[in-house]
């Protein structure tokens, strides 16, 4: 049994890596900000840390995890300033930062690793790093979804007589 959990974790690490590769390549691009994709966007990342702390064994006292959250979601918040958004083509447009994603799933692999090494209580320390990425996803996601909706379309340039 023990190598069959073994052989499960080992798969999930590595498409955990493939899938943060995957992730990275996409949004490097300055790409299309839709309000489905942020919604999205937020959803993952608010079903991935329960799932994986539910998969993994991996526990935080929510007097740690909490807080965590709450200071991502800040830095998340301040983080959205950051991203310029402007309308091209009738679409609005903007580059996100691959750091906190890169850090997300870095975490998350980490974790995973030390879960998988019998180390719950050193897995459950990698968990801090993924409660504060999640956390600043959620806060980047939000405020990218509240400026999209607040963002005027450029006025018609005025022909001149």
Do not use: C
């Not at 991502?72 to 930062?97: E, I, P």
């Not at 750091?99 to 050193?122: H, K, M, N, P, R």
């Not at 980047?140 to 340039?157: K, M, V």
């Amino acid at each position: 049994m023990d190598t069959i959990y073994r052989i499960i974790s080992l798969l999930s690490i590595g498409l955990t890596v493939v899938l943060i590769i995957v992730m990275l390549l996409t949004f490097r691009k300055e790409r299309r900000i839709g309000a489905f994709s942020l919604l999205i966007s937020a959803g993952l990342s608010l079903i991935m840390l329960p799932a994986f702390i539910l998969l993994s064994g991996a526990r935080l006292r929510l007097l740690i995890g909490l807080p965590l959250l709450a200071i991502g979601l800040l830095v998340g918040t301040l983080r959205g300033f950051a991203t310029r958004l402007y309308h091209r083509g009738g679409h609005v447009v903007g580059k996100r930062s691959l750091w906190f994603l890169a850090g997300w799933g870095l975490s998350l692999v980490l974790a995973q690793l030390l879960s998988l090494a019998g180390s719950t209580i050193l897995a459950s320390v990698g968990l801090m790093p993924m409660y504060l990425s999640t956390g600043t996803q959620i806060g980047i996601t939000g405020n990218l979804l509240l400026r999209r909706l607040f963002l005027r379309a450029p006025a018609a340039p005025q022909g001149t007589t």
